[in-house]
């Protein structure tokens, strides 16, 4: 006889209790609400990504880890060439949407 799978570690007690004692029907409407809700998370395109002041976006990617971006940068220093336009980088971000705004992980410089 099989058993009940285990909730992960990391779901809320709310979750982990209350998740199982939904009927069949509204276990696939939330899985499939949770796929939704994952696709719109990592499917940004190129009008969802602005450029801060003083950035320079160089490509926009889609892919399974998120939206993959290109930017160059400037790092702020007032003598440092970036404050005249010599950028740094390039530089590769994957990018996800989180609550109203984007969450940015620096994934290092692009090299050819």
Known sequence: MSTHPPAPDSLPQ???????KQDDAD?????????D??????DLGADDIDADENEAIE????????????KKVSCGKDNCKCQRG?????????VRRQGDGLQWDYRGPVTD
């Open 37 to 42: 809700l994952l696709e719109y998370r990592h």
């Open 86 to 94: 010599e950028l740094h980088g390039p530089y590769k971000y994957v």
């Open 27 to 35: 276990l696939r409407a939330l899985r499939d609400w949770i796929d």
């Open 59 to 70: 490509a926009v990617e889609e892919s399974s880890d998120g939206t993959v971006v290109i």
């Open 14 to 20: 709310y979750l982990a209790e209350g998740v199982p």
